[in-house]
């Protein structure tokens, strides 16, 4: 059974792989796909029926983790409950994606790695690749990098 940041770094990893795909477009990120349901909700007569394989804590943890995505500044936009949200990412999100960090043994963008792994559904490597990415050691690269490639004054 995975711990809450194991299950974040998987829900993050996903959301953010949704996000790049269809970047810069504001749109909601299914939180039935991401917690592999084999239906969506639907409405019936009225009334609201939520899948029965997508329970209350994975709904709150979805919205809890897109909220922390948008105070970290992560992500721009906003989210009122698990079926409404409108997100992209920010310019910081973007950057993250687009970098190459040294951590990992490729050429490709960080964003484009998370495609290719979600593509693929090794959602366990995606969650990898967006744990390190959001690890200090990471950040700390990226803001040395740029003040090495800054032009001199």
Known sequence: MENNIQKFDRIAALIFADLYRKFPVRSHVCVYTLFDCKESGYWNKGIWYEPEDLANSDREFYVHTVKWLIDSGYVIGTIEHHNDSSIT?????????????????????????????????????AAQLISKALSYDNLISQVSNFFSSAPQI
């Open 89 to 125: 990412l920010s310019m910081k999100g973007l950057q993250l994606l687009k970098s190459v960090p040294d951590s990992l043994d490729s050429s490709e963008s960080l964003g484009e790695q998370l495609l290719s792994v979600v593509n693929s559904g090794a959602k366990d490597s």
